[in-house]
């Protein structure tokens, strides 16, 4: 049989990883990894799969290392051998963090992120008013009415704000609903909803900034000082409807240290009783993803850094096991034609002369590979 050549041998390490940074589905940057041995470490010396994940989530460029728990040789890597080797190793450790990272943010259903309500700024009449009632999603709990009031102003503009405990220290958030409460005790049934919600996520100066119960429901001091604020959402607008309004995100955010702050901007409703305006929420509901227990973070202030732990007792049971060095099974064909066609456009912008590239195959070894293992 005659030798084929790999064509990214001939666009060079520097194109070939230019190329692949195109790649932005976790799948294919996966068969990418299984197609050989070459294959495998252009990804793993170009750190692609950690390119692929600050993409998806810019919120990791804050991550100072990472560290695999549970991997039967300690905690953290061993600082011994060579300089090339500790290297190369770190490298592929961060391949292989980044790339169960990556799987775990997109494989699995949303659900409700919220565990506990840690604060509101104001709370009008504690506890029967609590932020606490946000978290049950009927109107009427044992025949009370279940929602979270502010205090009353004079000043439409006077913000408030809820914070809550997510259910782990790494959640992806993709939107959040909101019910504004309809008082029906009152005349003309009116609905105490903001005119704006806008969204901040964080996490705690320290371990005693998250506790709650605290005497009048809300934190002593500002949040701002309890809490560091990595992600500000846009402001949104909220109607005057009694009913779940949803808050969807521009794209899911990586929430790093499990703290939502919600805010909520202007008031619409005067109470006709004191002529204060008021706001008023039924029920909060956060749509995203927890990654506890596989994945958790360790804060290094104050720089606001973070290490990213993977503990591999919990290593998601579909995984895929990237090639250690053999030629995995790949889906050749499809992705073959696929990186031909940036070929193609290479060559173009070279000004170089485009050969039949359908000619172009993997060398001996990868060919026989594929013609046995063709999935």
């Known amino acids: 049989m005659e030798a084929r050549m790999d064509f990214l041998d001939r666009l060079g390490s520097y194109l070939s990883s230019e190329i692949l940074m195109y790649l932005d589905d976790p799948s294919d940057l996966f068969h990418v990894s299984r197609v050989s041995r070459a294959w495998r470490h252009l990804v793993i010396e170009n750190g692609l799969w950690k390119q692929l994940c600050l993409r998806m989530f810019p919120q990791l460029s804050r991550v100072a290392r990472v560290i695999e728990l549970n991997n039967g040789s300690g905690e953290e890597p061993m600082e011994v051998g060579c300089s090339y080797q500790m290297e190369w190793e770190s490298l592929e450790r961060d391949d292989r963090v980044y790339a169960l990272l990556a799987q775990y943010c997109t494989s699995f259903l949303d659900g409700n992120c919220v565990s506990e309500a840690i604060s509101a700024s104001s709370t009008d009449n504690y506890p029967e008013e609590s932020v606490e009632n946000t978290l049950q999603p009927a109107d009427i709990v044992e025949r009370r009415a279940s929602y979270w009031s502010s205090k009353g102003q004079r000043n439409p503009a006077v913000p408030e704000t809820l914070i809550f405990k997510l259910a782990s220290e790494l959640c992806v958030i993709s939107e959040i609903h909101i019910r504004p409460f309809q008082a029906y005790f009152q005349f003309g049934l009116p609905i105490y909803s903001a005119k704006f919600v806008r969204f901040r996520m964080g996490h705690p100066r320290s371990l005693a900034d998250v506790a709650c119960d605290l005497p009048g429901d809300s934190l002593p001091g500002s949040a701002d000082d309890k809490f560091v604020w990595t992600y500000s959402s846009q402001e949104f607008p909220m109607h005057q409807e009694c009913q779940l309004q949803t808050f969807k995100l521009p794209e899911p955010v990586l929430c790093v240290g499990g703290i939502l702050q919600i805010e909520l901007l202007g008031r619409v409703q005067r109470q006709e009783m004191d002529g204060l305006f008021y706001i008023c929420i039924s029920h909060v509901q956060v749509v995203g993803r927890s990654l506890s227990p596989a994945f958790g973070v360790e804060i290094l202030e104050p720089s606001g ?56 195959e993997f060398g001996e070894e990868n060919n026989e590979a594929l013609e046995a293992d063709h999935l």
């Open 305 to 360: 850094k973070f290490v990213l732990k993977n503990d591999l007792k919990h290593k998601f049971h579909t995984h895929p096991s990237l090639p250690k060095e053999e030629p995995g099974e790949i889906y050749a064909d499809h992705l073959q034609r696929r990186l031909m066609d940036l070929e193609r456009i290479v060559n173009l912008l070279q000004g170089n002369v485009v050969e039949d590239l359908d000619e172009y």
